[in-house]
């Protein structure tokens, strides 16, 4: 099993940046595949960005050229630099990993992320 906790959001106008973070614990981290996904209000939960073990790298169409996911095996922690960001981006964005034998998802508790002038 791994434990994720979010960190890194918060409030920023039209255009900013933001870098969520996080943190993982528990297990071997190289051996799960790493994902961003958000959930605005009333909609559902989208995936954001997503890596591989071997870091191989896809992303919403929406985010694509604005948003990069990254990873630090050593470190246990996965990042999602968000630049550019506009009102729509606003959302809870959750960490979830996923093992490459079992394919069993965990989530973290989510990290706030508000775009407002």
């Known amino acids: 099993q791994v434990q994720l906790v979010e960190s890194g959001g918060g409030l920023v106008q039209p255009g900013g940046s933001l870098r969520l973070s996080c943190a993982a614990s528990?297990?071997?981290?190289?051996?799960?595949?790493l994902s961003w996904h958000r959930q605005a209000p009333g909609k559902q939960r989208e995936l954001v960005a997503r890596?591989?073990?071997?870091?191989?790298?896809n992303y919403a169409d929406s985010v694509r050229g604005r948003f990069t996911i990254s990873r630090d095996n050593a470190k246990k922690m996965v990042y999602l630099q968000m630049n550019s960001l506009q009102p729509e981006d606003t959302a809870v964005y959750y960490c979830?990993?996923?093992?490459?034998?079992?394919?069993?998802?965990?989530w973290g508790q989510g990290t706030q992320v508000t775009v407002s002038s």
């Open positions: 979830c990993a996923r093992s490459i034998s079992t394919r069993d998802d965990y």
């Open positions: 528990g297990s071997v981290f190289s051996r799960y595949g």
């Open positions: 890596i591989t073990t071997g870091s191989s790298t």
